[in-house]
Each structure stands twice: as C-alpha cells, then as structure tokens.
C-alpha cells in the first residue's frame, strides 16, 4: 500500500514564524506536490517536484518555499506565516510519465495561523 | 483558462438511493480525467481515471462516464451507503507528464439513513 504521510494533522502558528511541513512518501515516486485547499475551490498547487533537488512553481507560489533532498521527501516552508495563510495543505505523490497512475495524497495537515 | 467546474456543488440523498454527479471542464489539450472521493478531513482518493478513448470506468458503487467531444464527465453511485457520505472531486490533466492537473471544486454528498 502507498503511503503519504505529512509531519502534522494540526498546526497553530503565529504571524510572522517560519512553518515547517514535511511529508514523506514510501513508493519511490518521482513526483510529490504540495497543495492548499480552501473552502469552495479546487486544490491548488503551490509547488512540485519532479526530482530530487528540482522543484517547479505552481499557480500559488507566493510566500511559500520548498526543499526535496531526498526522493521520499518535500517540505513546504512559510518563511513568514501570515493569516491568509490558513488553511488545509496536502501532499500528494505519483510516478513520473504516467497517465493511469493516480496521484496519492497524504492525510493533510491543517494550518491555522493567527 | 483551464477550468473545472462541478454541478451540484452539494447534493442530499436517502440511503440506497442514486446519485449523479456532473462535471464540466474547459481544460485543452486533454489526457486524463480522474474523480477523487475525499472523507472529511482526509485526503483525496482515487475512484477512477479515464484517458480520451475510455467513455466508461467502474469501481464497484461507483462508474463514471465522460464525453470528450462535450467536455463533460458523470459519476454516478449507485445504492449509496452512508459511508459515500464525502466531497468527490473531479481532476483534468492536460499532460501525459502525471504533473499537471486542475482540480474542480468538488460536490458535496451527504446520505442520510
């Protein structure tokens, strides 16, 4: 069985830290992509990866970083939390060049910042 | 623009009942088209994927249908339980490349015994 695992299910932080999330995939998929979910719209994607050290901006890369050193693992960093930063993030992971693969999602961790 | 768009955007069933969902999308070119069920809370799972050649796709309860031509796409679940009590999401990718993908906002379900 796959496994997306993500470092917290729930988060508070405060304006202005610096927030860490983690997620770890146990498939050796190439690709691993982080997405914030809001209320009323579709998941967007703020950054993936395609390989180890490569990552490519989403549509929502503002105010965010990514690190991947190694394959099963991408952080998504805030490097200044702020409240329009709240929200629920996932990661997901999927082989590279394949249209029937699905992507898999981890359980997702809520951030609420205040 | 690439878009998904998803109608109704919240839906009431008795159990056992049926259900459709619908699914319209703008995106151009077209690979793929997936539907996701996400439990509350959780994140999403795959339910089933379809390229341009598939007009069908069942996964047990569950079959979706999509028309290329229309740019439309159905999931229709049948004798719901009230574990099918969830969000469903349906996913377009243009790529071949398993990166690109636009999300709909999804349709809420709620089965009620």
């Known amino acids: 069985d796959v496994k997306v695992t993500q470092s917290s299910r729930y988060l508070v932080k405060r304006t202005g830290e610096k927030v860490f999330l983690e997620c770890v995939q146990d498939?050796?998929?190439?690709?691993m992509f982080w997405y914030r979910q809001d209320p009323g719209l579709g998941l967007r994607l703020i950054y993936f990866?395609?390989?180890?050290?490569?990552?490519e901006k989403g549509d929502i890369p503002e105010g965010y970083s990514v690190s991947r050193e190694k394959k099963e693992r991408f952080s998504l960093i805030l490097e200044s939390a702020s409240t329009n930063q709240t929200s629920m993030y996932l990661c997901?992971?999927?082989?590279?060049?394949?249209?029937?693969?699905?992507?898999?999602f981890g359980p997702g961790t809520r951030l609420t910042v205040l | 623009k690439n878009q998904v768009e998803q109608s109704p955007q919240s839906l009431i069933i008795l159990e056992g009942k049926n259900c459709t969902l619908q699914?319209?999308?703008?995106?151009?070119?077209?690979?793929?088209l997936r539907w996701y069920k996400q439990d509350t809370g959780r994140g999403p799972v795959s339910l089933t994927i379809?390229?341009?050649?598939?007009n069908t796709k069942s996964n047990g309860r569950y079959t979706a249908t999509l028309d290329a031509d229309t740019k439309q796409s159905s999931l229709h679940i049948t004798a719901s339980q009230l574990s099918d009590s969830a969000s469903y999401i349906c996913?377009?990718?243009?790529?071949?490349?398993?990166?690109?993908?636009?999300f709909g906002p999804g349709t809420r379900l709620s089965v009620l015994p």
């Open positions: 997901a992971s999927s082989r590279r060049n394949s249209v029937k693969d699905t992507q898999y």
């Open positions: 498939m050796d998929h190439e690709n």
């Open positions: 990866s395609y390989d180890v050290k490569m990552k």
């Open positions: 699914c319209n999308y703008t995106v151009s070119p077209f690979s793929n």
């Open positions: 379809m390229t341009f050649s598939e």
């Open positions: 996913v377009v990718s243009p790529d071949n490349y398993g990166q690109n993908f636009v």
